[in-house]
């Protein structure tokens, strides 16, 4: 048999260093499921079965996140195209290299109202804006993977090829002979060096060296650059906050990195950010402004690979077009070293502080467990090159303040579209990249009942291709949609609407078992560190569900009058936890205003 599109096309992406496509079949891409049975040689990519294209589409996201790769999801016509959406906006959003292959009804058929016919070319406009096209003909195919992944890779965004049943099952056509209107592509992509001129550097400089108290602020894209962070943040006697997807850009453990910023963030983050002269952004698109630096009160410099992220978040003095390891390495020789070190000292004095009273507040009583203490706990325990994820909801809040990351550790979540749901099945993208390495999903009932616990059946099925098992699901089972119900209360002043928010229980350690997993349940604050033990000790993937309480208030670092207000009217407008709340919130506060703090 001769070969076909199906098997041309995988043979192609294989040529592009592509290991393993996660997706879910159908009979609008079954040319290409026939070509993966054919696989043969050993050297095509892997099919790996989700519950949920959205699964695959944040399963390809992870793999990009964690890898630096391109990630690659698949999908039939119609329903399965859809599925994928949510997951494909979270890769946009994150700037990952994701593609996307769907399928679709054969040509002849389409504009016929045909089963299953949606119109993908505008489903996928917004999403793969970059590019999104239909293959009409085999020999298009070539050119449109080529073309898919390259810019995926070079823009850090989503691509998307639609295929044609059809065509799928055509012959291929590697290379078409040379004439006016063929295209003849080939493939692979390598990054270049970014870096600003000359010029702009010294302005930077003079800016920086100018800063008597300077903040500094990473984001994703320096992940890679912790060296060089470190150093200018040395040269600068400067703090260091991080947000989100920066997490481990900095290891938590140095004393002047502040942790992280915003909602979820930490209060030296607060301080530095307010208390600071001079501004210096890498890497990060970090939105809230009034988590930043009041308008005119800081001379600011960011850094950015990507142009358009540039001054949207504060008025810039100078803004640089960069790789954020290549250019601050290109600043460091220009930076005067700071002999006044009274700033950073105050910084690291707040940290302390900031620290000690986390551990308290792990410590505080709850009914029955006090979530902060799950997140202590493990923190204390992470094994070296652990890899988080972390799902939307409070876990959010804990993994953001009481996880201390190591050099060495690598962390994610959905950072920009903030969606329910990645937790589980980015978990699972970890561990198929980095199958040596212990992995660990941070994720809420909610999230577990959305999508979460089928995708326990995708660890099942998988397990045993992983040398190492140690792979760990938290679960916090609080019955609630504990951080919208926080919204409800501190943000727009309204009780907690127990129709929207309250979730039935569910067996979750105990349905692990049933699919040979181990299921652990921690009820009582006594058996969390213990929990945690287990679960490390495990010879295969854990479900480690906590029962949790969900009126722990995951308190702002600096909570405004606004907020406060809020809370307070929500209260007195009948919250049907309001005693317990109160009580929780004065816990944790009091612990700032305790001696020995
Ligand atoms: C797909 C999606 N739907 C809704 C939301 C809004 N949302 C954010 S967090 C959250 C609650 C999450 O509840 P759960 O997973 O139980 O975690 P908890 O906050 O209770 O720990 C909701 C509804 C969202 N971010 N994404
Ligand atoms: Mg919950």
Same mark, same amino acid.
């Given at each position: 048999?001769?070969?076909?599109?199906?098997?041309?096309?995988?043979?192609?992406?294989?040529?592009?260093?592509?290991?393993?496509?996660?997706?879910?079949?159908?009979?609008?891409?079954?040319?290409?499921?026939?070509?993966?049975?054919?696989?043969?040689?050993?050297?095509?990519?892997?099919?790996?079965?989700?519950?949920?294209?959205?699964?695959?589409?944040?399963?390809?996201?992870?793999?990009?996140?964690?890898?630096?790769?391109?990630?690659?999801?698949?999908?039939?016509?119609?329903?399965?195209?859809?599925?994928?959406?949510?997951?494909?906006?979270?890769?946009?959003?994150?700037?990952?290299?994701?593609?996307?292959?769907?399928?679709?009804?054969?040509?002849?058929?389409?504009?016929?109202?045909?089963?299953?016919?949606?119109?993908?070319?505008?489903?996928?406009?917004?999403?793969?804006?970059?590019?999104?096209?239909?293959?009409?003909?085999?020999?298009?195919?070539?050119?449109?993977?080529?073309?898919?992944?390259?810019?995926?890779?070079?823009?850090?965004?989503?691509?998307?090829?639609?295929?044609?049943?059809?065509?799928?099952?055509?012959?291929?056509?590697?290379?078409?002979?040379?004439?006016?209107?063929?295209?003849?592509?080939?493939?692979?992509?390598?990054?270049?060096?970014?870096?600003?001129?000359?010029?702009?550097?010294?302005?930077?400089?003079?800016?920086?060296?100018?800063?008597?108290?300077?903040?500094?602020?990473?984001?994703?894209?320096?992940?890679?650059?912790?060296?060089?962070?470190?150093?200018?943040?040395?040269?600068?006697?400067?703090?260091?906050?991080?947000?989100?997807?920066?997490?481990?850009?900095?290891?938590?453990?140095?004393?002047?990195?502040?942790?992280?910023?915003?909602?979820?963030?930490?209060?030296?983050?607060?301080?530095?950010?307010?208390?600071?002269?001079?501004?210096?952004?890498?890497?990060?698109?970090?939105?809230?402004?009034?988590?930043?630096?009041?308008?005119?009160?800081?001379?600011?410099?960011?850094?950015?690979?990507?142009?358009?992220?540039?001054?949207?978040?504060?008025?810039?003095?100078?803004?640089?077009?960069?790789?954020?390891?290549?250019?601050?390495?290109?600043?460091?020789?220009?930076?005067?070293?700071?002999?006044?070190?009274?700033?950073?000292?105050?910084?690291?004095?707040?940290?302390?502080?900031?620290?000690?009273?986390?551990?308290?507040?792990?410590?505080?009583?709850?009914?029955?467990?006090?979530?902060?203490?799950?997140?202590?706990?493990?923190?204390?325990?992470?094994?070296?090159?652990?890899?988080?994820?972390?799902?939307?909801?409070?876990?959010?809040?804990?993994?953001?303040?009481?996880?201390?990351?190591?050099?060495?550790?690598?962390?994610?979540?959905?950072?920009? %579209? =903030?969606?329910?749901? +990645?937790? #589980?099945?980015? *978990?699972?993208?970890?561990?198929?990249?980095? /199958?040596?390495? @212990?992995?660990?999903?941070?994720?809420?009932?909610?999230?577990?009942?959305?999508?979460?616990?089928?995708?326990?059946?995708?660890?099942?099925?998988?397990?045993?291709?992983?040398?190492?098992?140690?792979?760990?699901?938290?679960?916090?089972?609080?019955?609630?949609?504990?951080?919208?119900?926080?919204?409800?209360?501190?943000?727009?002043?309204?009780?907690?609407?127990?129709?929207?928010?309250?979730?039935?229980?569910?067996?979750?350690?105990?349905?692990?078992?049933?699919?040979?997993?181990?299921?652990?349940?921690?009820?009582?604050?006594?058996?969390?560190?213990?929990?945690?033990?287990?679960? %490390? =000790?495990?010879?295969? +993937?854990? #479900?480690?569900? *906590?029962?949790?309480?969900?009126?722990?208030? /995951?308190?702002? @670092?600096?909570?405004?009058?606004?907020?406060?207000?809020?809370?307070?009217?929500?209260?007195?407008?009948?919250?049907?936890?309001?005693?317990?709340?109160?009580?929780?919130?004065?816990?944790?506060?009091?612990?700032?205003?305790?001696?020995?703090?």
């Amino acid at each position: 048999m001769s070969e076909t599109v199906g098997d041309y096309l995988l043979d192609r992406l294989a040529t592009w260093g592509v290991k393993r496509i996660f997706g879910y079949p159908g009979d609008g891409i079954n040319g290409v499921m026939g070509a993966f049975a054919r696989s043969s040689n050993g050297r095509r990519p892997d099919f790996i079965q989700v519950r949920h294209e959205e699964m695959a589409a944040f399963m390809a996201c992870a793999h990009a996140k964690f890898t630096g790769e391109v990630g690659v999801c698949m999908a039939t016509s119609g329903p399965g195209a859809i599925h994928l959406l949510n997951g494909l906006y979270d890769a946009k959003l994150d700037h990952q290299p994701v593609v996307a292959i769907v399928g679709q009804q054969a040509r002849a058929g389409l504009g016929g109202n045909y089963q299953q016919e949606v119109d993908l070319g505008t489903l996928f406009k917004d999403v793969a804006h970059e590019f999104v096209q239909i293959a009409m003909e085999p020999a298009q195919i070539r050119h449109l993977v080529d073309r898919a992944l390259r810019i995926a890779l070079a823009e850090r965004t989503v691509t998307a090829i639609i295929i044609p049943n059809d065509v799928q099952e055509a012959d291929a056509v590697p290379q078409t002979p040379h004439a006016h209107g063929t295209v003849h592509s080939g493939p692979g992509y390598r990054a270049p060096r970014v870096l600003p001129s000359e010029g702009e550097l010294d302005r930077a400089a003079e800016v920086l060296n100018a800063g008597r108290r300077v903040a500094m602020l990473v984001g994703q894209g320096a992940l890679h650059a912790s060296d060089e962070v470190a150093a200018v943040a040395d040269a600068l006697g400067a703090g260091v906050a991080k947000a989100l997807l920066g997490k481990a850009a900095l290891p938590d453990e140095l004393p002047y990195v502040t942790g992280s910023i915003g909602l979820l963030g930490t209060k030296p983050s607060w301080e530095l950010m307010q208390g600071c002269d001079t501004l210096l952004m890498v890497g990060s698109s970090f939105p809230y402004s009034e988590f930043l630096p009041e308008e005119g009160s800081a001379r600011g410099v960011q850094i950015d690979i990507d142009g358009r992220m540039l001054g949207i978040r504060y008025p810039m003095e100078v803004n640089l077009v960069g790789d954020s390891a290549e250019t601050l390495r290109a600043l460091l020789p220009r930076l005067e070293h700071k002999q006044d070190r009274a700033w950073r000292e105050q910084i690291e004095g707040e940290v302390a502080q900031w620290w000690r009273l986390i551990e308290k507040r792990a410590q505080l009583s709850a009914d029955p467990i006090n979530p902060q203490l799950v997140f202590h706990e493990l923190s204390k325990r992470l094994p070296d090159g652990a890899i988080i994820s972390s799902d939307s909801g409070s876990a959010a809040n804990w993994f953001a303040r009481d996880i201390k990351l190591r050099t060495g550790m690598m962390a994610s979540l959905s950072g920009t %579209l =903030a969606t329910m749901g +990645p937790g #589980v099945p980015y *978990a699972i993208g970890a561990k198929f990249a980095h /199958p040596d390495r @212990p992995v660990f999903a941070l994720v809420g009932d909610g999230a577990m009942q959305m999508n979460g616990i089928n995708e326990l059946i995708t660890i099942a099925k998988y397990r045993h291709r992983w040398r190492d098992q140690r792979l760990v699901v938290l679960v916090l089972n609080n019955r609630d949609l504990n951080q919208v119900t926080w919204e409800q209360r501190a943000m727009s002043g309204d009780p907690k609407f127990e129709g929207s928010q309250d979730l039935p229980d569910f067996p979750y350690a105990g349905y692990a078992e049933l699919l040979g997993l181990k299921g652990i349940r921690a009820d009582r604050p006594e058996h969390v560190g213990a929990g945690w033990d287990e679960a %490390l =000790a495990a010879d295969r +993937p854990v #479900v480690y569900e *906590a029962v949790t309480d969900p009126e722990v208030p /995951p308190l702002p @670092p600096h909570i405004t009058i606004e907020q406060a207000k809020a809370l307070s009217s929500a209260l007195l407008a009948g919250d049907p936890n309001a005693g317990r709340i109160v009580r929780q919130s004065f816990k944790q506060k009091a612990q700032e205003f305790l001696p020995g703090r």
